[in-house]
């Protein structure tokens, strides 16, 4: 049993980090979903957190949890510094501007010698356990949870279905937006630096506009209605390439072809709790008739 555990790890520990770390990124864009802000800074946040660590890591004696702290503060520094001017824009508008905004981050870190230029930064030291994303997705989960329920979460969700009203009810909009927004940052900051430490290697590319449609598929699928739809979102975006290995050249086909019915028939996502609820009521109201019919018989 032990030596078959060994041989499991060795092979899909990089899937089962995987996981956790897309779980922290799918949190962290729910968090913006959440205020009804299209934001698709993430990635580049992402990436300053996880340079923000390793640069730490690899150039001081300090410790880990010192990189990890820095790599959640610096993006969410970032984070206030943009949010003020650029969430006074909505939908499209704001996801362009956001998207402009990661690639300046690129380009940046593309032109400077501390980050390793074009070829980005090597031996990384391998510090992130498997313990430290569970602890650390758990506290999220906890935190998030707990806000969801509060007066912070109420205003998110005011906001979202119509921010005149939340503005007229005497909600301070434009400082819940940039509340969400700079958690949203500072979770994605801390998913770079858990990231950086167990890739042993980051480079410019690892940040740009694909990976930040990643992250927002990964919320949209699993649906954010509630915290399980991001989980299992990215959980299975995760998994799902690694299942497919077999169909080689069509993989990534096949991958856009489940999303694509997704977004057809599921447009709240895989994990929609009224739908369940309105299934499971259709069920038992099947089940209580065909038992009456039955009695009559």
């Not at 820095?70 to 501007?97: D, F, K, N, Q």
């Not at 430490?197 to 590319?205: A, L, R």
């Not at 069920?283 to 038992?291: I, P």
Request: net charge positive; hydrophobic share 55%.
């Amino acid at each position: 049993m032990l030596e078959w555990w060994i041989n499991f790890w060795s092979i899909y520990s990089t899937v089962i980090f995987s996981i956790g770390i897309n779980a922290m990124l799918a949190l962290s864009i729910y968090l913006t979903l959440s205020c009804g802000l299209l934001s698709l800074a993430n990635a580049a946040f992402m990436g300053l957190g996880a340079y923000a660590a390793a640069i730490i890591s690899m150039q001081t004696a300090l410790p880990f949890p010192v990189a990890l702290l820095a790599a959640a503060v610096v993006p969410a520094l970032v984070a206030v510094i943009i949010g003020i001017p650029t969430l006074r824009l909505s939908g499209v508008y704001l996801a362009m501007a956001t998207l402009g905004f990661g690639e300046v981050v690129r380009v940046i870190i593309l032109n400077m010698d501390i980050t390793g230029g074009p070829m980005g930064l090597n031996g990384i030291p391998l510090k992130t356990q498997w313990w430290h994303i569970i602890l650390l997705l758990a506290v999220m989960l906890y935190t998030l949870a707990r806000l969801r329920r509060s007066k912070v979460g109420r205003a998110f969700e005011a906001i979202k279905q119509d921010e005149t009203a939340a503005r007229l009810m005497g909600v301070n909009v434009s400082a819940y937006k940039l509340l969400a927004f700079v958690l949203g940052a500072f979770i994605a900051g801390i998913a770079g630096g858990l990231n950086a430490h167990f890739t042993f290697t980051i480079g410019p590319g690892n940040y740009a506009f694909e990976n930040a449609v990643d992250i927002l598929t990964m919320a949209v699928f699993g649906g954010t209605s509630n915290l399980i739809g991001p989980i299992i979102g990215s959980t299975t975006l995760t998994i799902l390439p690694e299942l497919m290995r077999s169909l080689k050249d069509f993989r990534l086909a096949a991958n856009g072809l489940i999303l694509i019915l997704v977004v057809l028939y599921l447009p709240k996502g895989i994990w929609d709790p009224a739908r369940l609820r309105a299934f499971w009521q259709r069920h038992q109201t099947k089940r209580t008739t065909k038992s009456k019919m039955g009695e009559t018989g």
